[in-house]
């Protein structure tokens, strides 16, 4: 079993920054791609980064590049999301999650999910 607790979230002004981290239980972090996803209430949750294995490779959705950095520590089995330049549209419940096959912006492409970790943007 797999287990992914998201930390890191709060409430910030516009313009600030904020890293978000994850961290994975078990042995075997470094064999999966890893994942960030964000649902604002009453949306559906969406994509907003994805990490390869050893973190050479990044995504990212359209409107987080250049604001937004994904990275990964294999040792520590962990995997961050730096926010910076924050917007009030990025206010959401953020979600890791493991990827295991497919597209990296699709849901169903991740296997298991955090619990979730608040992120709030006044403006």
């Known amino acids: 079993q797999v287990q992914l607790v998201e930390s890191g979230g709060g409430l910030v002004q516009a313009g600030d920054s904020l890293r978000l981290s994850c961290a994975a239980s078990?042995?075997?972090?470094?064999?999966?791609?890893m994942g960030w996803f964000r649902q604002a209430p009453g949306k559906e949750r969406e994509f907003v980064a994805a990490i390869s294995l050893s973190g050479r490779n990044t995504y990212y959705t359209d409107s987080v590049k250049g604001r937004f950095t994904i990275s990964r520590d294999n040792a520590k089995n962990t995997v961050y999301l730096q926010m910076n330049s924050l917007k009030p549209e990025d206010t959401a419940v953020y979600y890791c999650?493991?990827?295991?096959?497919?597209?990296?912006?699709?849901?169903?492409?991740?296997?298991?999910w955090g619990q979730g970790t608040q992120v709030t943007v006044s403006s």
């Open positions: 999650a493991r990827h295991y096959g497919g597209r990296y912006d699709y849901t169903t492409s991740y296997d298991y």
């Open positions: 078990g042995r075997t972090f470094s064999n999966y791609a």
